[in-house]
């Protein structure tokens, strides 16, 4: 599966972004899906994932009650909505796939990786 993310962009803190994450293929309803970031000089780190339907999300403390991660199955996407923003979720945002039903938090359970999207938020 190959995957394009965007929506990423430059907003002021308490702003709002939407990242989006399209994918290639005909099975993307088997994968569950995830949103990793990479701050500047910090090792990756987990966002929020999703199962295959929908019915189960996982988030980051840090971003837990802020951020919703959903999907459109028919429209083969993933999207990230980022309320609240804060300068610290300045980061470059990638969704990843992996196959199976269930959630994961690491990152090396996804070997389908898109390319990434900048999100930067002053103060």
């Known amino acids: 599966v190959q995957l394009q993310a965007s929506g990423g962009g430059s907003v002021q803190a308490g702003n709002s972004l939407r990242l989006s994450c399209a994918a290639s293929?005909?099975?993307?309803?088997?994968?569950?899906m995830g949103w990793f970031r990479r701050a500047p000089g910090k090792e990756r780190e987990f966002v929020a994932a999703i199962n295959w339907s929908g019915s189960s999300t996982n988030y980051a403390d840090s971003v837990k009650g802020r951020f919703t991660i959903s999907r459109d199955n028919a429209k083969n996407t993933v999207y990230l909505q980022m309320n609240s923003l804060k300068p610290e979720d300045t980061a470059i945002y990638y969704c990843?796939?992996?196959?199976?039903?269930?959630?994961?938090?690491?990152?090396?359970?996804?070997?389908?990786w898109g390319q990434g999207t900048l999100v930067t938020v002053s103060s």
């Open positions: 293929g005909r099975t993307f309803s088997s994968y569950g």
């Open positions: 990843a796939a992996r196959s199976g039903y269930s959630t994961s938090a690491r990152g090396e359970s996804y070997p389908y």
